[in-house]
T-cell receptor
């Protein structure tokens, strides 16, 4: 069974601060996604990383896939209240099965 | 491009009843996955369908079942409902089975079992 551990579980910060969320596993993944989920809605895909060491940027969000494709991080610069939500990572194997982490609940206070 | 549509959005059932949830994937998407989301367990994989065939199955009892139709629409059924089945049930569609892992979720069906 592949497990994805996300940390921290909860994060509460002030607007303008920077933060990093981590997603770790002992398994190797063929690809990894990050999603954001807001209350009452389904998760929304933010990014897919495929290559070990890959870095992708989406405005103030920077995503990195570990060299060994076992872990990933999400860094948010100058967080805004609109960034509030549940951040989920999901690892995928060549068998086509996605495994989700338990998520990081981020609250950005104005 | 219309997104993933799930119906109903909210429903309340009592123990012992059964429920059917529906999911219409994004047009052109042939793979549909179902997940159960609860505060304590996070997102748990139920099953995935591609071309009307179940390709993957999670670790849920046989009370949970699903199917996919020729137009890629999918339904899941939960029989003999238990209190612990209260959850947000999410449907996700993707272009093809196991290609990139990218999932596009619906807003979910919130099931409350009393």
């Amino acid at each position: 069974t592949q497990l994805l551990e996300q940390s921290p579980q909860f994060l509460s910060i002030q607007e303008g601060e920077n933060l990093t969320v981590y997603c770790n596993s002992s398994s190797v993944f063929s690809s990894l996604q990050w999603y954001r989920q807001e209350p009452g809605e389904g998760p929304v895909l933010l990014v897919t990383v495929v290559t070990g060491g890959e870095v992708k940027k989406l405005k103030r969000l920077t995503f990195q896939f570990g060299d060994a494709r076992k872990d990933s991080s999400l860094h948010i610069t100058a967080a805004q209240p609109g960034d509030t939500g549940l951040y989920l990572c999901a690892g995928n194997t060549n068998a086509g099965k996605s495994t989700f982490g338990d998520g990081t609940t981020l609250t950005v206070k104005p | 491009k219309a997104g993933v549509t799930q119906t109903p959005r909210y429903l309340i059932k009592t123990r012992g009843q059964q429920v059917t949830l529906s999911c219409s994937p994004i047009s052109g998407h042939r793979s549909v996955s179902w997940y159960q989301q609860t505060p304590g367990q996070g997102l748990q994989f139920l099953f995935e369908y591609f071309s009307e065939t179940q390709r993957n199955k999670g670790n849920f009892p046989g009370r949970f079942s699903g199917r996919q139709f020729s137009n890629s629409r999918s339904e899941m059924n939960v029989s003999t409902l238990e209190l612990g089945d209260s959850a947000l049930y999410l449907c996700a569609s993707s272009l093809a089975f196991g290609v990139t892992g990218e999932l596009f979720f619906g807003e979910g069906s919130r099931l409350t079992v009393l």
